[in-house]
């Protein structure tokens, strides 16, 4: 959770919530085009990865945030 998500709006958590969905799917696509021809060094689809994972994270919590009797 980004520091200013808790005392935001449903609007701002919505508009963030947009976003990282967006990067999560560019985070994604970029992935599978790595795996398709590998680098030299796996170094970049790790970090690729774990950024991908931290981002889950956050929508999951903004989800949360927004809708906390759904998850209860």
């Given at each position: 959770?980004?520091?200013?998500?808790?005392?935001?709006?449903?609007?701002?958590?919505?508009?963030?919530?947009?976003?990282?969905?967006?990067?999560?799917?560019?985070?994604?696509?970029?992935?599978?085009?790595?795996?398709?021809?590998?680098?030299?060094?796996?170094?970049?689809?790790?970090?690729?990865?774990?950024?991908?994972?931290?981002?889950?994270?956050?929508i999951?919590?903004?989800?949360?945030?927004?809708?906390?009797?759904?998850?209860?």
């Amino acid at each position: 959770m980004e520091p200013n998500d808790a005392n935001a709006t449903p609007d701002v958590l919505q508009a963030r919530l947009i976003n990282l969905r967006a990067e999560h799917r560019d985070l994604d696509a970029a992935i599978d085009r790595l795996t398709l021809a590998p680098p030299e060094d796996d170094l970049v689809v790790r970090r690729l990865k774990k950024r991908k994972l931290l981002i889950k994270d956050r929508i999951s919590t903004i989800e949360r945030m927004l809708d906390p009797d759904e998850y209860a």
